[in-house]
T-cell receptor
Framework: KAGVTQTPRYLIKTRGQQVTLSCSPI?????VSWYQQTPGQGLQFLFE???????NKGNFPGRFSGRQFSNSRSEMNVSTLELGDSALYLC??????????????FGSGTQLSVL | AQKITQTQPGMFVQEKEAVTLDCTYDTSDQSYGLFWYKQPSSGEMIFLIY??????QNATEGRYSLNFQKARKSANLVISASQLGDSAMYFCAMRELTSSGNTPLVFGKGTRLSVIA
């Protein structure tokens, strides 16, 4: 069974540009969550999508947005990139069967560098 | 407020020895779940072990066990018989089950474990 797939693996952009990252969840998983990981702030929750609807949102500016398609695949977009957006962006999926014990399955991440 | 606190930025352990990674959490909910993940240098987060707030026994998964002390709000990870491949970042995380559903998984800052031969 294929794991969570994130593309691209690495990305270099300049300030002011926008970027789109892609995530394909594990087959049968209906929820996709996105996290930003930096050395200073650690792992911070961006948002979660389920049934093409945003279910939870972290404390990030509106430049960060996402969407989910009918096949559960998800994209996140960052507009007007800033140097501080340089980070590892991790996508995670889960089945949505209820309960606090449902674990997240993570992809390998997209390493974004903003110059 | 910090929900998950990992006070050890870095730890060293001799191969084949046991090591404990500390984690304390903050919640006012009665129903919650605690997780530990491992992140090798490749970047992927790997699930290790889970403990539910109502579980009376400490969770175990192979060489991993979770020392759950509910009154102290601590959920320390114990790795027995350390191996060189255990060198990685380790994250403690928590999800709360509220009346409006599950909250997102919140992570601590992590502990970098280095296993020495």
């Amino acid at each position: 069974k294929a794991g969570v797939t994130q593309t691209p693996r690495y990305l270099i952009k300049t300030r002011g540009q926008q970027v789109t990252l892609s995530c394909s969840p594990i087959s049968g998983h209906r929820s996709v969550s996105w996290y930003q990981q930096t050395p200073g702030q650690g792992l911070q929750f961006l948002f979660e999508y389920f049934s093409e609807t945003q279910r939870n949102k972290g404390n990030f500016p509106g430049r960060f947005s996402g969407r989910q398609f009918s096949n559960s695949r998800s994209e996140m977009n960052v507009s007007t990139l800033e140097l501080g957006d340089s980070a590892l962006y991790l996508c995670a999926s889960r089945r949505i069967s209820g309960g606090a014990g449902e674990k997240l399955f993570f992809g390998s991440g997209t390493q974004l560098s903003v110059l | 407020a910090q929900k998950i606190t990992q006070t050890q930025p870095g730890m060293f352990v001799q191969e084949k020895e046991a090591v404990t990674l500390d984690c304390t959490y903050d919640t006012s909910d009665q129903s919650y779940g605690l997780f530990w993940y491992k992140q090798p240098s490749s970047g992927e987060m790997i699930f290790l072990i889970y403990q539910g707030s109502y579980d009376e026994q400490n969770a175990t998964e192979g060489r991993y066990s979770l020392n759950f002390q509910k009154a102290r709000k601590s959920a320390n990870l114990v790795i027995s018989a350390s191996q060189l491949g255990d060198s990685a970042m380790y994250f403690c995380a928590m999800r709360e089950l509220t009346s409006s559903g599950n909250t997102p998984l919140v992570f601590g800052k992590g502990t970098r474990l280095s296993v020495i031969a």
